[in-house]
């Protein structure tokens, strides 16, 4: 079965550093892109970017280039959003989800389960 | 950036209504790059529709997909209970791949 689990939620402090992660399993990791997603409290979904873990190229979002820093690491099959200073606007449910295709198709399939990030003072 | 603006904002349904969604595109985009998911509340996102009308892998055949460049829409034929939930497209034609804003269909 194809998977996408992502690491716990966190509470944060503004200015603080983190970075969440989320596992793949179940499928050739290095052959997919995997994209994340923002869901600030009652809205919609943002896309911030996607990584192909193969050779780590890298797309982002212009709302959220400098804002983030997705990174992979292949070895254990695991791809990254990362901040290096919080701000209380970052407050949002991150999701990861595999680029999926199929000929000239392309989806976001699965979904991991979502990462609740808190940043409060 | 492709804006994607997703009409209504709420749509107020009853159970076994037809539901008819709309998804226009600021500018041309391939029905293969259009998608369509389905949110419920306090879950992940899950993929209805790809390639603007093909249903994803155990998806019921109430749901249909349609549309081609800058207009798309999602129909459900009959609603039941589990369909009421928010409704988001995506594209996948150009960087950034946005999404819309989505649309909620409530229970009337």
């Known amino acids: 079965e194809v998977q996408l689990v992502q690491s716990g939620a966190e509470v944060k402090k503004p200015g603080e550093s983190l970075k969440i992660s989320c596992k793949g399993s179940?499928?050739?990791?290095?052959?997919?892109?995997i994209g994340w997603v923002r869901q600030m409290p009652g809205k919609g979904l943002e896309w911030m970017g996607i990584i192909y873990p193969g050779d780590s190229d890298t797309r982002y979002s212009p709302s959220f280039q400098g804002q983030v820093t997705i990174s992979a690491d292949k070895s254990i099959s695991t791809a990254y959003l990362q901040w290096s200073s919080l701000k209380a606007s970052d407050t949002a449910m991150y999701y990861c989800?595999?680029?999926?295709?199929?000929?000239?198709?392309?989806?976001?399939?699965?979904w991991g389960q979502g990462t609740l990030v808190t940043v409060s003072s | 950036e492709i804006v994607l603006t997703q009409s209504p904002g709420t749509l107020s349904l009853s159970p076994g209504e037809r539901a008819t969604l709309s998804c226009r595109a600021s500018q041309s985009v391939s029905s293969s790059y259009l998608a369509w998911y389905q949110q419920k509340p306090g879950q992940a996102p899950r993929l209805l529709i790809y390639g603007a009308s093909s249903r994803a892998t155990g998806i019921p055949d109430r749901f249909s997909g349609s549309g081609s460049g800058t207009d798309f829409t999602l129909t459900i034929s009959r609603l039941e209970p589990e369909d009421f939930a928010v409704y988001y497209c995506q594209q996948y034609g150009s960087s950034p791949e946005t999404f819309g804003q989505g649309t909620k269909v409530e229970i009337k």
């Open positions: 179940g499928y050739s990791f290095t052959s997919y892109w």
């Open positions: 989800a595999r680029r999926e295709y199929y000929g000239d198709y392309v989806w976001f399939d699965p």
